[in-house]
């Protein structure tokens, strides 16, 4: 792409990545979660490739690096459901409610929100966001190395 | 018998949206209160909708995220270049 093109996603790049943690890490206050928040990421990479040419970002992320960044997520939200099982009755129990990490009861009905609140909500967020910013990544990535080799 | 076909699913259709049931009038309300008035308190998360996704139904999101991982894979198998 033109210079003009590659210089104005190099400044969005950031903004976006920071959007994406955000809605990542407000998953259990407002709208949005591991999903959406990941998708949002994913497409910032794909705004990348799409200015600069897939062969330059594979220089900075390699798809078998994004890919395990993904098992990664993925091992998180299931060794989190298997603490859920060991420490208390059943998979995936919410067993940070109360504990000082992540557990702070919000008042009944609406209120502005509390960031350290949800139990593992924001860590089984946080995980599935690492695995669809990585996996939807790497997908497009491989996808535009076997596309062709033009620019 | 093209048109024979647009009339009968077109009837269909508006058959099924005169029967619709009334917006925000259940049948039975009883889980719809149970997480509005303890999702709060349980899952210690202002948003309900996300409670329910990562905590009530924490095991149907797995097996979300275990499409994803396979889809993944699967693409990453079919197009992932080799050095040999």
Redesign the interface.
């Known amino acids: 792409m033109t210079p003009v093109v590659r210089t104005i996603a190099a400044l969005i790049f950031p903004f976006i990545i920071i959007f994406s943690f955000y809605v990542i890490m407000h998953g259990h206050l407002t709208p949005g979660g591991g999903f959406q928040g990941g998708a949002i990421g994913a497409s910032a990479i794909v705004m990348l490739i799409v200015a600069y040419g897939a062969r330059n970002v594979k220089k900075k992320a390699k798809e078998e690096s994004l890919s395990i960044f993904e098992s990664i997520g993925g091992l998180v939200f299931v060794i989190v459901g298997i603490i859920g099982f060991v420490a208390a009755s059943s998979f995936l129990y919410n067993f940070l409610v109360g504990e000082p990490l992540f557990g702070t009861i919000p008042p009944f009905g609406s209120n502005p929100g509390i960031l350290n609140s949800g139990g593992i909500l924001p860590i089984l967020n946080i995980a599935v966001g690492m695995k669809v910013i990585g996996g939807l990544a790497s997908v497009v990535l491989v996808m535009a190395l076997a596309g062709g080799d033009e620019e | 018998m093209r048109w024979v076909a647009f009339v009968v699913f077109a009837a269909f259709l508006l058959f099924a949206a005169y029967e619709l049931h009334p917006f925000g009038e259940p049948d039975d309300s009883r889980m719809d209160d149970y997480i509005i008035?303890n999702a709060?308190?349980?899952?210690?998360?202002?948003?309900a909708?996300?409670?329910v996704?990562?905590?009530y139904r924490?095991?149907d999101?797995?097996g979300e995220?275990?499409v994803?991982?396979t889809a993944?894979a699967g693409?990453?198998v079919v197009?992932?270049?080799v050095k040999k």
């Open positions: 008035s709060q308190n349980e899952t210690a998360a202002n948003n909708v996300t409670s996704v990562f905590d924490g095991y999101t797995l995220a275990t994803l991982f993944i693409a990453l197009l992932r270049r």
